[in-house]
């Protein structure tokens, strides 16, 4: 667990939603369908294929250590460019949503941690933050805190989002705008429990000025840990690291079920084996197995097919795992993701996001969590 600091990666999404006056708009929402798309790996915002999505998030931007406005860099530039380029390709036309921060961890943490701490710095960031999202032709802007460290930490967590809501608010007012989207990456759980003590989200908050916030149901398991483990099981009767403890403990918290969009990943954490023959999940490992301990999910079919992996479907926790020799592999696969999908929808949940983009087989997954979405 200590280790979902660890997890690389987060994102997420927008819509053209209900929440601003309670008016329900559509009896049939078409939900959020999200995915983030990482600037920094090389796969083109032209290659989206925005059939299977919603809301397109970009990842990342971040904060000045010292003013607290976004540092656009001249890289930041060029990779702004091509995405907002490449929207005008996309058929069928995405939301776009600008994320601030990521998984890094780093310096990043304390920097979020001093930046909501006081007024002033608030303020310019959350200016700073709709100054670029409008330059750049953003629908909204989506805050990656990973993670808020203590109970002051989450209360300033609140008062950051009251406070962004409000200006976001006077600036669509102001300029006759489409009022921005206002989105949120958080853990899989309202409360955390490690590293530190337990601190809970601020859900009063949340629920007021956030449209909605994006769990990260994956990195429950990965090879930090002496053993195998699914990274991102729906069910665990063992344990209340799953998906379905994340999502309850939200609901449970008061967070309304429609502001919560479930994250799906599109990788899986490897392990290499102590003992080739046990094989099980919980069995002992020695170390990181293939792609040094993550693959995603192109790269573990490719896996499988070549090297003639025993692929499970675990129809309890309801995810997959393969292995091969003395390599082991946890992800999701099409099956799985049709289940999470029919639960999201069974729990009435806004939507769901991956993350990330690139990392699918031929649209594969986004097109299995598509189409059982919307049918
Ligand atoms: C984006 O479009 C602008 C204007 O058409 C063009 O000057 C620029 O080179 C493009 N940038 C990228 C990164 O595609
Ligand atoms: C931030 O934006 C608000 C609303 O547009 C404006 O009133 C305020 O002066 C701005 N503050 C700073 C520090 O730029
Ligand atoms: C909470 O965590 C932040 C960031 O680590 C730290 O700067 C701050 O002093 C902590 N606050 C309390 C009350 O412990
Ligand atoms: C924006 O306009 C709406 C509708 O007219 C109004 O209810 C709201 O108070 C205004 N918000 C701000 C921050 O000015
Ligand atoms: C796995 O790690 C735990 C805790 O660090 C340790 O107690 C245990 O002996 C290790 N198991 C193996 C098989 O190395
Ligand atoms: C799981 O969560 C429940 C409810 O928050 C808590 O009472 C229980 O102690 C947790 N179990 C473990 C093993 O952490
Ligand atoms: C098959 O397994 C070997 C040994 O682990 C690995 O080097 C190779 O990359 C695997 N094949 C694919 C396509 O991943
Ligand atoms: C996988 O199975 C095929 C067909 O049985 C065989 O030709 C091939 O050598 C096997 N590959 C590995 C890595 O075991």
């Not at 990779?79 to 907002?84: A, N, V």
């Not at 007012?173 to 853990?187: D, E, H, K």
């Not at 955390?192 to 007021?208: A, C, H, L, M, Q």
Request: net charge negative; with cysteine; glycine share 8%.
């Amino acid at each position: 667990m200590v280790s979902l600091r660890l997890t690389l990666l987060i994102f997420l999404t927008i819509l053209n939603f209900p929440f601003d006056h309670g008016e329900i708009v559509s009896s049939k929402p078409q939900g959020i369908r999200a995915a983030y798309w990482p600037s920094f790996t090389g796969y083109a915002a032209s290659s989206i294929d925005t059939s299977y999505f919603s809301h397109i998030y970009y990842a990342f931007v971040l904060p000045s250590p010292t003013t607290y406005a976004l540092d656009i860099t001249s890289d930041d530039v060029e990779k702004l460019l091509e995405f907002t380029n490449a929207t005008s390709l996309w058929n069928p036309p995405a939301k776009t949503v600008l994320s601030i921060g990521g998984g890094g961890g780093g310096a990043l943490p304390g920097i979020f941690s001093s930046m909501t701490s006081e007024q002033y710095s608030r303020t310019n960031f959350i200016n700073s933050t709709i100054k670029v999202a409008r330059d750049y032709n953003f629908d909204g802007v989506d805050l990656d805190w990973e993670l808020p460290s203590n109970e002051s930490d989450m209360s300033n967590l609140g008062l950051l989002f009251k406070e962004w809501r409000e200006t976001i608010e006077y600036e669509a007012n102001a300029t006759g705008r489409p009022r921005l989207i206002l989105t949120s990456v958080v853990y899989y759980a309202s409360t955390v429990s490690f590293d530190g003590g337990p601190r809970s989200y601020p859900t009063v908050e949340i629920t007021k000025y956030v449209d909605w916030v994006s769990p990260m149901c994956f990195g429950y398991h990965g090879s930090w840990e002496n053993f195998t483990g699914l990274g991102s099981a729906l069910y665990d009767p063992n344990t209340n690291l799953s998906t379905n403890f994340g999502i309850g403990s939200w609901i449970q918290a008061g967070v309304p079920s429609e502001k919560i969009v479930l994250g799906m990943p599109l990788y899986g954490p490897t392990w290499s084996l102590q003992d080739r023959n046990d094989n099980i999940i919980g069995a002992p490992t020695t170390g990181t197995g293939p792609g040094s301990g993550l693959l995603v999910y192109s790269q573990v079919i490719d896996f499988n097919k070549e090297n003639n992996s025993t692929i499970v479907f675990d129809n309890t926790m309801v995810s997959y795992y393969s292995y091969s020799g003395d390599s082991w592999i946890s992800y999701d696969d099409v099956r799985s993701i049709e289940l999470k999908v029919r639960y999201a929808q069974s729990q009435a949940l806004g939507g769901y996001f991956f993350w990330a983009l690139g990392q699918d087989l031929d649209w594969a997954i986004s097109n299995a969590a598509s189409e059982t979405w919307l049918n």
